[in-house]
């Protein structure tokens, strides 16, 4: 019979998994991207992978977009639609900033 990995185990395996990508994203990517969808969908991941381990790194690099994302709201290039999808993509990371659920505990 072999021996099973106990559920801590596995939980660590995930983090250090979450850690490996998210880490190498972020130093993928300092700029930050544009604020489309794909990019809003990545934030939101990283949302939960802060919301998982409390790394305030993964929020903090968030919060940098929003801010980039925010700055085109204010000073708006005169493009209608791309203030839209600017608008939905910040509140898609202020929905997830705001809120704080832990998923697993270590």
């Known amino acids: 019979m072999s ?19 998210n880490n190498y994203w972020q130093t993928q990517n300092p700029e ?3 604020s489309f ?6 934030h939101s991941g990283n949302m ?12 903090n690099y968030s919060k940098a977009w929003a ?13 209608t639609a791309m203030a839209r999808v600017t608008i939905m993509c910040f509140l898609v990371i202020t929905r997830f900033v705001s809120r704080r659920m832990p998923i697993y505990t270590i």
Not at 3 to 21: G, L, Q
Not at 37 to 42: E, H, L, R
Not at 48 to 59: K, P, R, V, Y
């Open 32 to 34: 930050h991207g544009r």
């Open 48 to 59: 939960e992978a802060f919301f998982l381990t409390g790394d305030s790194d993964f929020m």
């Open 3 to 21: 021996a099973c990995a106990s559920p801590k185990d596995e939980a660590k395996e995930i983090v250090d998994i979450i850690y490996k990508v």
């Open 67 to 79: 801010g980039k994302v925010l700055s085109r709201i204010i000073k708006p290039n005169g493009n």
């Open 37 to 42: 969808w794909d990019n809003a969908a990545y």
